[in-house]
């Protein structure tokens, strides 16, 4: 009996010792680096692109990277990240070339887009917006608006600060999440004459899908479809008074939008108001940028989706 305690304290003495060296080989590594692709690109632009890049930069990147003292995508401490993350810092992607992207190549910047790599190998989990099924003509866009002479791009010399990565995100970054591959194929844009295949692009890749599925840690960034909870809300965010909310259950149930309306839909999305009630709470902002049609063509998707029965609290 002593032989297989004995036995079995040195067992639980090893195990002990692995998980704090595992621990603090995590807190000492930090967030990983790897090793970047070479890719060739350059992009293209026109009025109709810089137009089309405005709306996708205003849509995707300003509510994380928009300093709200300069006004430009100069960055910020992003505090309606949740407290698990620790201290997170949206970087400055102006066309300043010490402290923002102003010296980044467009190849540089589109691998970064894509995959979560910067080009000095560092990765940038989990809001740095990796947009690995975007069609390549808006990432273009996004990439011409970002060189162009825009109010909000031009180039500011406020300095990043640095992030400070939780135990957990740590953790996550070198166990569980990882860079997303760079696309071996030209993606290309939707069917616009398709509302579904429209609504599911837009849902999809303006990130709906993550913040409206119940964890940011079990989104599936490369098949979204295989989101456990996938639209059926319940994630929790931070407003801008540091309290925490969950987001919406958008599924066709009933404790979802099962008897909205699409109008009803495209009112609330665009202006915030759902019969002359407050429908969107801070963090989430009015997405007045985008045409009636889109937003329907949302709904749409939203429609054939697995209703899931998920009611979300609204006063938490």
């Known amino acids: 009996m002593r032989k297989l305690l004995k036995i ?7 195990i002990l010792l692995f998980i704090i060296g595992t621990g603090i080989y995590i807190n000492t ?63 400055n992607i102006t066309r300043d070339e010490t402290y923002g992207i102003g010296s980044w190549t467009d190849a540089e910047i589109k691998y970064l887009i894509r995959t979560g790599i910067g080009r000095d190998g560092r990765y940038y989990p989990p809001y740095m917006a990796k947009l690995p099924l975007m069609a390549d003509s808006d990432i273009n866009a996004i990439i011409a608006f970002l060189r162009s002479d825009h109010p909000m791009v031009v180039a500011d010399s406020t300095p990043d600060k640095p992030c400070q990565p939780s135990f957990l ?18 993606i290309s844009t939707p069917d616009t004459n398709n509302s579904i295949e429209m609504g599911k692009y837009y849902a999809i890749n303006f990130e709906c899908f993550g913040c409206h599925s119940p964890d940011f840690k079990t989104i599936n960034m490369l098949e979204p479809e295989k989101t456990p909870g996938y639209f059926s809300g319940g994630n929790a965010m931070i407003n801008p008074y ?75």
């Open 29 to 91: 590594k930090g967030i990983p680096y790897y090793e970047t692709e070479s890719i060739e690109y350059v992009h293209q632009s026109s009025p109709e692109i810089l137009e089309r890049g405005h709306k996708l930069t205003t849509a995707l990147c300003a509510n994380c990277h928009r300093n709200p003292e300069t006004g430009t995508l100069a960055g910020k401490h992003m505090d309606d990240a949740p407290a698990e993350w620790g201290y997170v810092y949206a970087q």
């Open 242 to 316: 540091g309290e925490t909310i969950l987001t919406s259950n958008l599924t066709p149930s009933q404790s979802g939008i099962g008897d909205w309306s699409k109008e009803k839909f495209i009112r609330a999305v665009k202006s915030g108001i759902k019969d002359g009630e407050e429908a969107l709470r801070p963090p989430m902002a009015p997405y007045s940028m985008l045409t009636d049609k889109e937003v329907g063509a949302i709904f749409d998707y939203l429609q054939t989706i697995p209703a899931i029965e998920n009611k979300v609290e609204r006063d938490i």
């Open 8 to 14: 079995t304290g040195i067992i639980l003495g090893l």
């Open 169 to 186: 995100a740590k953790a996550l970054s070198n166990f569980v999440i990882k860079p997303l591959p760079y696309p071996k194929e030209t």
